[in-house]
């Protein structure tokens, strides 16, 4: 039976997207090489429960849309936490990265990565506000991912 991720780990793989780091490019492509590790691990996971999933998986690429979105959401962030809120999220994702995950239970664990100064509530708010979750959720509509997690039928091209 094909797993059916909580809302909460839906979330989370929304969350995985954002950036948490300041301007500079140095801390941008760490944080990049983290989201990547940290998607790459969500996608294992998915691989296990159901093979097929390969040809649907969303691209954790980002584009210039997700770069406007995700400096709005580390704007707001260090606006309502600080610079130190931005820093610790990066080093808790490079540790969260750096873990070892063999099922969904162990990212349920994971998922307080994010240091205390932004309830998860106002998180998601933010991500939501900056145009980051209907990015995120508009990828994983159009690679087939959000039908694929439903249960529909597989589009054409995927059935042979």
């Not at 954002?18 to 140095?26: E, H, R």
């Amino acid at each position: 039976m094909f797993y059916r991720p909580s809302f909460r780990q839906v979330i989370f793989s929304v969350f995985i997207s954002l950036p948490m780091v300041a301007y500079s490019q140095t801390e941008l492509e760490q944080f990049e090489e983290v989201a990547e590790a940290m998607s790459a691990k969500m996608n294992e996971l998915f691989l296990v429960q159901d093979p097929s999933l390969k040809e649907v998986l969303p691209s954790t690429d980002w584009d210039d849309e997700f770069r406007s979105a995700a400096k709005c959401v580390l704007d707001l962030y260090r606006s309502e936490a600080g610079d130190e809120f931005v820093a610790q999220m990066l080093e808790n994702g490079k540790k969260f990265a750096s873990s070892e995950l063999t099922n969904f239970d162990d990212i349920e664990k994971a998922l307080d990565f994010m240091p205390d100064g932004i309830s998860d509530a106002r998180q998601i708010a933010i991500s939501q506000e900056c145009g980051m979750t209907d990015l995120t959720l508009k990828r994983m509509q159009e690679s087939g991912f959000t039908d694929a997690l439903r249960g529909k039928a597989p589009a054409a091209n995927e059935s042979e």
